[in-house]
Each structure stands twice: as C-alpha cells, then as structure tokens.
C-alpha cells in the first residue's frame, strides 16, 4: 500500500508515526472544524470571484462545504494514515463533491497558510472569550472594592504589618492590574489581526488571488504583507500566552494573600462553605481548595509559556512541525486554563466575606500606625523624617518590651523617646498622638493621588468603572464584526451553493 496523501511517497505511513504523531494530532479535530469550514469557504469564494475555478465547480463545492458544515466533525472519518485535519477534511470533501471537483479547491494554498490562519481564527476567539470573563471578573472586583472602601485592615510588606489600608483599596489595586491583563490582551488581538491565508507554503502563489478578500471574509482587517512570516511566525500565540501567564500568576499572588488572611490565626477573611473542601481523615476541616487552585496555576502556565519557546527556540524561520505545531500545543492548554482561572477568580472575591471587626482591631495593635506617627513628628516637632524614624523605632521597642498593643501607646512614652535620642524636649497633645495612632484616622488622611483614603478609593473605582466600559464596548464591537464577517461567509457561500448548475 502506498500512503494516500501522495504519490511521492511509496510506503504506508508507519504505525509508530500514525500512533504517536499523526492520531494525536486529529485529536483535535473538533475543536478546528469550524474554522476549517471557514478558512475553505472563504477560499472558495475568493477563487470563484477571481475566475480561478469554473462558476459550476464552485457550486458544487459550496453544496459540498455547506453539507459538511451541517454534518458536523463526527461525520468526517479520521485516518492518522492521511496524516492530520486538512488531509482527512479534503478526503470527505471529495467524497461528497467527486474527486475533481474537491482536488480543486487547493489551488493556490499550503496546509502551512492554512494551519497560520486557522490558529489565529481560534486564539481571536479563546481571547474574546477570555476577555468577557475577566471584564465580568473586574466588575465584580470594582463592586466589592467600592463596598469595603472604609473596611480598615492592616497592610502588609514581607508579611508583616506596614500601614493600615481598607479592604477597597486592595481590590482596587487588584482591579487595576486587572486592567492591565485585559489591555495586554487586546493588543495581542491587534497583533494577529492579519490573514495569512494566500502565503501558500512560504513563497505566495503565481495565481492572481485576492488576499484582501479571504482576508475580509475571515474577519481580518488585512492579510501579513510577507507571505514568509505569515507561516513562520506565531508570535501573537506567544504575546497572549506570555500575558495570560502573567495575570495567572498575579492572580496566584491575590490567592496567596487570601488564603493567609483565611487561617485562624489571620481570621481577616472568610469563604462559604461552597468554595471549600475538607479532610477525608480530619473532621474539622475546611480547605481553601479554590485558592490553592489558583495559586497553582500560574506555575503550569509557566510551564506552558516556557515549554512553547522552548520548543521553538531551535528552529528555523519557517514552517515547520515543531516551530508551528508543536510550539502551539501548551497554548490551546493554557487558554482553556486561563479561562477556568478567571472563573474561579471571580467567584473567590465575589464571595470572600471580609471580617471588619478583627480588621480593624489587628490594626490598632499591631503598629501598622507607626509611620503616621514619625510623619507627625515631622510637621509638629520639626525633626528630620530619619530622627523621628529612630524616635517611633524606640517606642515600638519600648511597646514590645512591655507588651503593649500600639493603641496604648501615650504622649509620654513619645516624649521620653524623643529626649534619649535627641536630647530635646518636645510637647505632643496626647490626642494628638492617639489620633496618630488611629489606624481610620490614618487611612482616611492619606489623601494624595492614588492613596487609601475612602474617597479616593470611590473616585479610583469610578475611573476604573469608565475604563472597563470602554473595555466591554471594545470587545462587543469586535465580537460583533466578527459575527458580521462569519454570518457573510455563511451567507455568501449558501447563496454559491445555491446557484444554478
């Protein structure tokens, strides 16, 4: 038996190849149909508005596409022997259209433009998804940040008390990072807008084709001006994937810090019993499961991301197995991961219930006032920031030493500090100093720009919430545009199949 994919071949494919390589390939089969349906519709079109393949051929093809496309992916018969999708899609089409009239709708293409374009026709669309969830999840962020902006609570660096802060503020600054995933997504939706259907194998076609069509019909503002790149490259894979695992592991941070402040001993935050596991051993248990997923994947999207270049890496600037498949295959995984991580993102903070009273109270003991303190040394007792540093650092000492929370430190304990280690004699209001120590006061004096004042905290949510709008509105269009271009393929090549023959 010869291979039945060329003549130039004189022995069957072997089985190891068939096992290990090719059947795993049409594995994904499914999930490529529809954008094969399309990249051939679209091609179709193009050569029969050209004159590339006869008015009657062309009919019989559209019948045969739109049959198929009814049909569904069950009903194409998959052979590794034909080595992958296009092969065994082109072997169904000549079965329903005769082997002419289906031998001819390659003319003028490569598997290679066809595989470019079909990735970019399926990561347009993963991104899209990808891009709903997370405006979903930012808005739910923003709510709750606009909710809790007068939730105090300690903030922490190096996981030890800093200054105190509002439970807002921190999912506002979550939201803003937020943002920034979503833009870096966008712009990678900008970066593969470009068809590569046309480049052939890598050196265009001697045909007289109209890539601006297929371009158009496919939803593409443009086609790749070099027909090299348009099959040699995937960097727009590598852009999303680079910035889905950057949010998947700033979203791990976010989960990292949630999942201390869950634990008895933080008690600052609490979940429903709906987002928790337990122990098969130990009763009393309540695990943090959603976390721990989270905090997990930034790693396995990492791993993706590396894997992918990796793989890349060693080959050269054209098509070929590793450098365009390959390389594709930890993006699909990490798509579909990133999806499920915003998912669960958003109904961790959707439901994470905040404990304001043992917020409020670890921020009155455990000196996260400090600073504010040593910033009214400076404006009431004209010290140098560096002296009054050293002046509060005594009274922390001092506070420990006796074990004392920070809400009980007085005036005197400040003026003998202040006596020892400059050797002057300071007078502080004691309400003053209590004020000082205030972890509300605190944070509601923090007014300069991107402070966690409550009213700050309102006005970033606001800006936030009008960039988020402009998001969605962004992303709507674009999704409808390209609904519009695939409604107009479908409909242009029924009305072909329709025509008289």
Same mark, same amino acid.
């Given at each position: 038996m010869?291979?039945?994919?060329?003549?130039?071949?004189?022995?069957?494919?072997?089985?190891?190849?068939?096992?290990?390589?090719?059947?795993?390939?049409?594995?994904?089969?499914?999930?490529?149909?529809?954008?094969?349906?399309?990249?051939?519709?679209?091609?179709?079109?193009?050569?029969?508005?050209?004159?590339?393949?006869?008015?009657?051929?062309?009919?019989?093809?559209?019948?045969?596409l739109?049959?198929?496309?009814?049909?569904?992916?069950?009903?194409?018969?998959?052979?590794?022997?034909?080595?992958?999708?296009?092969?065994?899609?082109?072997?169904?089409?000549?079965?329903?259209?005769?082997?002419?009239?289906?031998?001819?709708?390659?003319?003028?293409?490569?598997?290679?433009?066809? +595989?470019?374009?079909?990735?970019?026709?399926?990561?347009?669309?993963?991104?899209?998804?990808?891009?709903?969830?997370?405006?979903?999840?930012?808005?739910?962020?923003?709510?709750?940040?606009?909710?809790?902006?007068?939730?105090?609570?300690?903030?922490?660096?190096?996981?030890?008390?800093?200054?105190?802060?509002?439970?807002?503020?921190?999912?506002?600054?979550?939201?803003?990072?937020?943002?920034?995933?979503?833009?870096?997504?966008?712009?990678?939706?900008?970066?593969?807008?470009?068809?590569?259907?046309?480049?052939?194998?890598?050196?265009?076609? %001697?045909?007289?084709?109209?890539?601006?069509?297929?371009?158009?019909?496919?939803?593409?503002?443009?086609?790749?001006?070099?027909?090299?790149?348009?099959?040699?490259?995937?960097?727009? &894979?590598?852009e999303?994937?680079?910035?889905?695992?950057?949010?998947?592991?700033?979203?791990?941070?976010?989960?990292?810090?949630?999942?201390?402040?869950?634990?008895?001993?933080?008690?600052?935050?609490?979940?429903?019993?709906?987002?928790?596991?337990?122990?098969?051993?130990?009763?009393?248990?309540?695990?943090?499961?959603?976390?721990?997923? +989270?905090?997990?994947?930034?790693?396995?999207?990492?791993?993706?991301?590396?894997?992918? +270049?990796?793989?890349?890496?060693?080959?050269?600037?054209?098509?070929?197995?590793?450098?365009?498949?390959?390389?594709?295959?930890?993006?699909?995984?990490?798509?579909?991961?990133?999806?499920?991580?915003?998912?669960?993102?958003?109904?961790v903070?959707?439901?994470?219930?905040?404990?304001?009273?043992?917020?409020?109270?670890?921020?009155?003991?455990?000196?996260?006032?400090?600073?504010?303190?040593?910033?009214?040394?400076?404006?009431?007792?004209?010290?140098?920031?560096?002296?009054?540093?050293?002046?509060?650092g005594?009274?922390?000492?001092?506070?420990?030493?006796?074990h004392?929370? %920070?809400?009980?430190?007085?005036?005197t304990?400040?003026t003998? %500090? %202040?006596?020892?280690?400059?050797?002057?004699?300071?007078?502080?209001?004691?309400?003053?100093?209590?004020?000082?120590?205030?972890p509300?006061?605190?944070?509601?004096?923090?007014?300069?720009?991107?402070?966690?004042?409550p009213?700050?905290?309102?006005?970033?949510?606001?800006?936030q919430?009008?960039?988020?709008?402009?998001?969605?509105?962004?992303?709507?269009?674009?999704?409808?545009?390209? &609904? &519009?271009?695939?409604?107009?393929?479908?409909?242009?090549?029924?009305?072909?199949?329709?025509?008289?023959?």
């Amino acid at each position: 038996m010869e291979s039945k994919v060329s003549r130039r071949l004189t022995q069957p494919t072997a089985p190891e190849v068939c096992t290990h390589i090719y059947a795993p390939r049409l594995r994904d089969f499914g999930a490529g149909f529809g954008y094969l349906t399309d990249i051939n519709a679209a091609h179709l079109l193009m050569l029969h508005g050209t004159g590339l393949i006869p008015a009657d051929t062309a009919a019989t093809l559209a019948r045969a596409l739109v049959r198929i496309g009814q049909e569904g992916p069950d009903a194409v018969p998959l052979d590794p022997q034909r080595e992958d999708a296009y092969f065994n899609y082109e072997a169904r089409l000549m079965a329903v259209a005769g082997a002419d009239a289906g031998g001819r709708l390659h003319v003028a293409r490569s598997r290679n433009d066809i +595989l470019a374009t079909q990735d970019r026709l399926r990561a347009r669309d993963a991104v899209l998804g990808l891009l709903d969830t997370l405006a979903d999840t930012r808005g739910v962020v923003l709510r709750q940040a606009v909710a809790h902006a007068d939730t105090v609570m300690p903030g922490y660096t190096h996981l030890q008390a800093a200054q105190p802060i509002t439970y807002g503020f921190y999912l506002a600054g979550v939201a803003q990072s937020m943002g920034r995933d979503m833009t870096r997504l966008r712009h990678a939706l900008a970066t593969l807008d470009a068809c590569p259907l046309g480049a052939g194998a890598l050196a265009g076609t %001697a045909f007289p084709i109209d890539r601006a069509a297929t371009a158009r019909w496919l939803g593409f503002s443009g086609y790749v001006g070099n027909a090299l790149d348009a099959v040699a490259s995937r960097d727009f &894979a590598w852009e999303i994937l680079a910035a889905v695992t950057i949010a998947t592991v700033t979203w791990g941070r976010v989960a990292q810090d949630l999942f201390v402040w869950a634990t008895p001993e933080f008690g600052l935050i609490d979940f429903p019993d709906s987002v928790a596991g337990t122990s098969s051993i130990m009763p009393q248990k309540k695990n943090p499961v959603a976390l721990e997923y +989270l905090k997990g994947k930034g790693g396995h999207l990492l791993g993706l991301l590396t894997a992918s +270049l990796a793989a890349l890496k060693g080959t050269h600037f054209t098509h070929s197995g590793d450098g365009s498949r390959e390389t594709m295959r930890g993006f699909w995984e990490a798509m579909v991961e990133a999806q499920r991580c915003a998912e669960v993102l958003r109904l961790v903070l959707e439901h994470a219930t905040p404990q304001p009273a043992t917020m409020l109270n670890r921020a009155r003991r455990d000196f996260s006032s400090a600073t504010d303190l040593a910033d009214m040394l400076v404006r009431d007792a004209g010290m140098s920031f560096r002296e009054a540093h050293h002046v509060v650092g005594a009274v922390v000492r001092e506070a420990l030493d006796r074990h004392l929370p %920070a809400c009980e430190i007085d005036s005197t304990m400040v003026t003998r %500090a %202040a006596l020892a280690h400059t050797g002057r004699t300071i007078a502080l209001d004691a309400h003053v100093v209590a004020a000082c120590l205030d972890p509300v006061h605190g944070v509601a004096s923090r007014t300069a720009a991107g402070g966690p004042a409550p009213a700050l905290v309102r006005e970033q949510v606001e800006t936030q919430s009008a960039s988020l709008a402009a998001d969605r509105e962004a992303i709507t269009a674009q999704r409808g545009a390209v &609904a &519009a271009s695939r409604a107009a393929l479908k409909q242009a090549t029924e009305a072909l199949a329709g025509a008289a023959h």
